[in-house]
Structure formats: structure tokens, C-alpha cells
């Protein structure tokens, strides 16, 4: 229990700034730590074979002052002199030694004073090294006429060697300015990258809490940060948009379904309380089934497009014959709307165009196209369509153009938007406005694409692209008929 608690606790949290400035500085100290450590190493190693070199030179000058005499070994006066010369030059410390020993390894001189005991101490139980290994020496023969009379050693500490109180302050120094001044700069950069993302943070927060006016004014050089900075701000003005533009729809799709409801209630009252005649409470009652109609009709544009967000409408990707569908679509339609008289032409090519989709979606796209153009046509002109079925490439194309009063430039863009009704629409039909976004997501699902094309106070086109099904077929002469009420 304790482990899952343990593990199930939060982590505490820290800026960008703490974050990258302390990791940074851990990671160049480690690394300047193994770097100094390395140099030392070599630094010592090479002092070290350098002093040694150094100390044989001495030993060979030693060796040639001494002596001899009836075969022992004679120590020239001037030795001490040369001796401390030698040391002054070196500048050693008191860790440095000279002892010269005849062949039955008994001292015969020393720098500084010691006795037989205290050779014995230094050397090694064989005479042939340092005992201690904190001491480093090199022995030099003592020789005449090629007959070995001695050996001279020169030993000094390997501390003494390597240790140098000033030149280690100046490495630490050095090594210590560098540190900073990377710390520094890491530190300078994760403060200029920090602080747009702090601000954009800030301005997320106030997008949180429901405030849409943030202001971001960071101009900085990084392309990045611009990017970012810019997407974020017209992110935020773009829910801005979107959370006026729902409490709007919300409060038009509350108009749009109490009016009705309203009206209803209103009809259905008046003849029960027999405020009106037999006769005219016949005409209300059909009056208020026409708008408990239109109530359903926007009730289930509603739940229509509410499942296909959810994705819980399916599409099928089928194999269709086009041309055979749209003119079963067009004829089904004209049958409903028969007391209207519109006029259809369609426009197909000689070869057969079979495309991926489904067929019931298609035909729910397409009378939507031709409900709205109905809609548009103005009450004193007759309704005509100009439907043209084309092919390009892998792709296949639904022109259904109509002629009614037009899209005005200003709502062109929000057409597909859910809930959008234009300021004309609003006062000829009653509807939700999901009528072209529910077909627009019909059309994406089947891995094509519903468009405006172009709109005008003559009409406005519309284009339905699917997936074909083959490779295109050569393209042949377009046939066309002429489909009306009466056919």
C-alpha cells in the first residue's frame, strides 16, 4: 500500500528555467571534474618521467665528480656547492635526497645528513627501489676504466613534483571562470525560451478560466517561438469566435424550436376552447401539424449530426454506379416535389462512372443540395438545376448547380459551420443550419469532400467529390436530358 501511494504521488513540479540552468550546471561540473582529472593524470605522469630525467642528469654529474682512491671512493670538497646550485635550480622541497653508495652498499655521502639506518629506511629491502612508494628515484653507477665503483641516488617525492600550489589555483581558476560562463549562457538561454512559454502558459490560464481577450505581444528572433506564438493568439481568437458563435446558435436553436412549439400550442388552444369555427379549426390543426413537421424535421437534423460527430453513423464503401444513382436520386426527388415543377438538368458522360461510397449517403447529400437550391429560388421565378456528373484522374465530381438568390460574400465561408443560418435563410426558411455541415461530414467520411464553388446572385454551385472506383476511362461526349415535373 505504501509503494502504490509512493508511486501514485505527484512529482513536484519546476520551471524550465531551474530545470535546465541546474542540470546543465551538474553536467559541466561532472564533466569538467572527469576533464581535470584526466589532465592531472597526464600532467603527473609527465612531470614525473620529466623530473626523473632531470635527476639522472644530476646523477651523472654526481658520478663523474667522485673519485677513487685505493678502491674507495672519494667525495670532492665542492660537492655540497654543486649540490645546492643543483637544488636552488630544481626548486625542490626538503622531500629531495642524494645518497652515494660504494659496492658494499654503505653510505658513503647524503644530502641531507642521514646514516646507514636511514638508507635502509628509504630503499627497499634490496637496495634497488624506493621503499615508499610516494617517493620516486633513479640511480646512476659510479664507474672507472669500466669497473663499477658505486652508485649514486637521486630521489625526491612525486607530490614535490606534481604539486604546484600556484599552477593548480590558476587551473582552478580557469576551470572555474569556464563553469560559470557556460552556466551563465545556458542560464541567458533558458530564460529566452522560458519566458514566451511562460506568457503563453499565462494566456492558456486565462483561456481556462473563459477569458478570451489575452494579449501576447512577444516578438522574438526564433522561428520557432513565432510559430508558436502566433498559432497560440490566433488560436485564442479563433475560440473567442467559436464561444460567441455557440452562445448565438444556442440562442437560435432555441428561437428555432420554441417557435414552432409555440405556434402549436397557440393552434391547438384555440380550437379546443372553440375560439374559432369547425372549418377553421380544421385549418389549424393542419396548420400545426405542418409545423410539428418542420419540428421534427430539425429535431432529426439535430440528432443526425450529433450522431455523426460521435461517429456512431456508419458509412459503406461500395461500389456504385453513378450515373445510375444520381438519376434515381433526381427522379425520387421531382416526385416529392411535383406541385413545385422544377426543372433538372443533368449532365453525364457516355462511359459509366462507378465510385467508392454509399449510396444513402450520397442521396442524403445530394437532396439536401437540391432542397436548399429550392429554398433559394426566389416565389416569381421557376426553379431549375444544372446537375453535371465529370471525371479527373481517381477522383469523381457531383456539379449541382441551381438558381436561386445566392450566397452573399460575407457568409460564404460559414456556410458548413454547424447552427449558421444567413441573415436571409433566417427570414424565408425555418431550420437548425446543420443541413450542409451534416452533409459536409457524409462527404468526408466517404473519403471525398463537399465545396462551395462559387455563388452569385444567379445561383450558386456546388461540388460533391468522391473516390473512384478504377482507373479513368477515356473521357467521351457528354450526354445530357432534360428532366421536368411532367416526366
Known sequence: MDRQLK????????????????????ILCIGFIIIVAGALYWIRITSIEKSLKTAQLLGFEIAEKITENENKLHIPPDLD??????????????????????????????????????????????????????????????????????????????????????????????????ILCGWFTIYL????????????????????????????????????MNELVDSFREMSIRLQQLEEWRALSLAGVSHELKTPVTSIKGLVMAV??????????????????????????????????????????????????????????IYQWKIAYENKSPEIELLIPSSTLYAIGDALRIQQIIVNLLNNGLQATASDQATVFHIRLRAEEDKLFIDVQDNGTGIIMEDQPKVFERFYRGEIKKRHTRGLGLGLTYSSLLARAQGGELLLTS??????????????????????KESSYRATANA
Open 7 to 26: 508511486r501514485n504521488k505527484p512529482k513536484r513540479k519546476t520551471s524550465i528555467l531551474s530545470y535546465w540552468t541546474l542540470r546543465y550546471f551538474l
Open 81 to 178: 656547492r654543486l649540490v645546492d646550485k643543483r637544488i636552488k635550480l630544481f626548486n625542490t622541497d626538503n622531500y629531495f635526497c642524494i645518497m652515494v653508495l660504494d659496492n658494499n652498499n654503505q653510505l658513503i655521502y647524503s644530502r641531507p645528513k642521514m646514516t646507514q639506518q636511514d638508507v635502509y629506511y628509504r630503499l627497499s629491502d634490496d637496495l634497488r627501489e624506493p621503499r615508499n612508494n610516494k617517493f620516486a628515484g633513479v640511480t646512476v653507477n659510479v664507474t672507472d676504466d669500466d669497473q663499477t665503483l658505486g652508485k649514486v641516488w637521486v630521489m625526491q617525492s612525486k607530490k614535490s613534483i606534481t604539486y604546484n600550489p600556484e599552477a593548480m589555483l590558476v587551473v582552478c581558476l580557469i576551470f572555474g571562470a569556464l
Open 189 to 224: 538561454l533558458s530564460r529566452k525560451l522560458s519566458r514566451p512559454i511562460r506568457q503563453v502558459a499565462l494566456a492558456a490560464e486565462q483561456i481556462r478560466n473563459g477569458n478570451y481577450e489575452v494579449n501576447l505581444n512577444l516578438n522574438t528572433r526564433e522561428w520557432e
Open 272 to 329: 379546443r376552447d372553440d375560439i374559432v369555427s369547425p372549418q377553421e379549426g380544421k385549418e389549424f390543426l393542419d396548420i400545426a401539424l405542418k409545423e410539428s413537421e418542420r419540428m421534427e424535421r430539425m429535431v432529426a437534423d439535430l440528432l443526425d449530426y450529433n450522431a455523426m460527430s460521435a461517429g456512431n453513423v456508419g458509412v459503406r464503401q461500395e461500389r456504385i454506379d453513378l450515373n445510375l444513382l444520381v438519376g434515381e436520386i
Open 455 to 476: 455563388s452569385s446572385p444567379e445561383g450558386s454551385l456546388f461540388t460533391l467529390s468522391l473516390p473512384r472506383w478504377s482507373a479513368p476511362d477515356k473521357p467521351g
